[in-house]
């Protein structure tokens, strides 16, 4: 990896920095976020659907079990994506195909194992949305082996646990917030088009949490924008962890001492 070629200024953000900078990035890259999500999200939107109709009425604590193992293979994609465009400028599908392939062991065994049985016994949930923060980049960015991926995620998470947890929390307000916005907005714009549109604010927000197709689109979205998230605070934690700022600025340094010396 050629830090030179990081297209994000190297340099410690706080929260609120990563929060604008996702922003920033859905804004420029909104047509590849768009299509890697898609081919992510769109299998399991459908499986949802096929699965609402035939387990009706849908079980609460089954529902948030399966979106909770469904959301790292959803955005499995995405984040091969960020990867790609972040450090190499462009994304290929075929290298993308090759690091799926490689990691899908790791994925398997922690993302679909060790995250089932922990959420399944419920006591042990807090293991999955703190611990297993940045596992998903670990496996998919870092390439690491099955042996090593637990212990690259105790490194990087190691003395982070008041900052996760402040991670977690900014999740759960954009999560929740954007679910009802967003559910709202495309009921509205689906009841425009029916030519059926009433506006009665308490009726939009009494039906807000109905599982259709409306809010399963919300979801998705706030995910994807919660996975750009994710990734800028991900790198933010390895250029404070492996001092990437500091080695940029030694590099520049010796590259001035070399022409120094030339001259």
């Known amino acids: 990896m050629k830090l030179e070629h990081v297209q994000l200024a190297i340099r410690p953000r706080n929260i609120l920095e ?3 900078i996702a922003f920033l990035f859905c804004g420029r890259n909104w047509v590849g976020l768009l299509g890697a999500s898609l081919a992510g999200i769109v299998p399991i939107f459908l499986l949802n659907l096929l699965l609402q109709s035939w387990f009706e009425p849908v079980n609460v604590y089954f529902g948030l079990l399966l979106l909770s193992m469904e959301v790292p293979w959803a955005t499995l994609l995405l984040t091969l994506y960020l ?14 195909a090759r690091d799926v392939g490689r990691t899908f062991p790791q994925m398997v065994c922690f993302q679909v194992l060790v995250r089932g049985l922990c959420m399944l016994l419920c006591v042990a949930a807090p293991i999955v949305f703190v611990e297993m923060f940045f596992l998903n980049e670990i496996i998919l960015l870092e390439q690491t082996s099955l042996k090593s991926t637990w212990a690259r995620r105790t490194a990087l ?8 947890v402040a991670l977690r929390l900014i999740d759960l307000v954009v999560l929740c917030f954007g679910m009802v916005s967003l559910t709202i907005l495309l009921r509205t714009v689906s009841e425009l088009w029916e030519d059926r549109f009433r506006f009665d604010p308490e009726a939009m927000l009494d039906t807000a949490f109905v599982v259709d197709w409306q809010i ?11 996975t750009v998230f994710r990734f800028v605070s991900y790198l933010d934690c390895r250029i404070r962890r492996e001092g990437w700022d500091v080695e940029l600025k030694l590099r520049a340094q010796a590259r001035q001492y070399a022409q120094q010396e030339i001259a």
């Open 18 to 20: 990563c929060l604008d």
């Open 83 to 96: 990867g790609q465009i972040t450090f190499s400028k462009k994304f290929s599908s075929r290298r993308a």
């Open 157 to 164: 998470n190691a003395r982070t646990l008041g900052k996760i």
């Open 216 to 226: 399963q689109a919300a979801f998705w979205i706030a995910i994807t924008f919660l």
